[in-house]
């Protein structure tokens, strides 16, 4: 097999968004979005494609290389890309326009179950997406058969630490910054009131 076929069947893509750049506004910004998803994604795809060329992992699905090269101090480059990629990937799903409200009742059973209440839960969301120091992430994850908030700094993942991701929060600045400065808790708490979709965490519940 050629260098080339390798390099081209295993090209990540940067995946369509699921919705118009404009139809999150006024939350997030289709400048924002133009921003974020047209080169800050892009640029991960495009840096994990150069990456992985000609490597043993050129022909690995994103979760693959996360896999296999998380922890490895020569391979950080490789893992932060693939990494960002994935994430970016999830957080677009995460996010619908119509979002926020109640969660799907089988999900909504499981949040209860582990927070107690709907608000508890989305302010542990909250407090997990801004006590976040610098760039990273908050999630919502299953772990085991409990779902529990989590946050990881720059491009880590769930995922490397054997949990399910059921929705994430960007708390990168690149996420907000030109919608709210440095206002990082009002683009979160807008996010989870009028954003985050709770049929995406449903779905991921399996
Ligand atoms: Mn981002």
Redesign the pocket.
């Given at each position: 097999m050629s260098t080339d076929t390798v390099t081209r069947t295993s090209a990540h893509v940067v995946p369509p968004l699921p919705y118009a750049e404009s139809t999150l506004a006024p939350i997030i910004s289709a400048n924002t979005i133009a921003f974020?998803y047209g080169k800050?994604?892009k640029g991960y795809v495009e840096n994990l494609n150069k990456l992985v060329a000609g490597t043993e992992y050129a022909e690995m699905t994103l979760e693959k290389i996360i896999a296999a090269t998380v922890g490895k101090v020569d391979k950080i480059p490789i893992f932060n890309n693939a990494a960002?990629t994935w994430n970016?990937t999830f957080?677009w799903s995460s996010l619908t326009p119509k979002g926020g409200g109640e969660p799907p009742a089988a999900l909504k059973k499981q949040i209860l179950t582990s927070f107690g209440t709907l608000d508890a839960c989305k302010k542990e969301l909250a407090t997990a997406a801004t006590t976040q120091f610098g760039s990273g992430w908050a999630w919502l994850v299953l772990d085991g058969n409990k779902i529990k908030v989590v946050k990881t700094g720059n491009a880590d993942s769930p995922l490397a630490k054997g949990l399910k991701p059921l929705l994430t929060i960007?708390v990168?600045e690149?996420?907000y910054y030109l919608d709210y400065q440095n206002r990082r808790a009002d683009y979160v708490t807008a996010v989870l009131d009028k954003l985050i979709n709770w049929s995406f965490a449903a779905d991921n519940l399996g």
């Open positions: 974020h800050h994604h960002q970016h957080y960007d990168w690149h996420a």
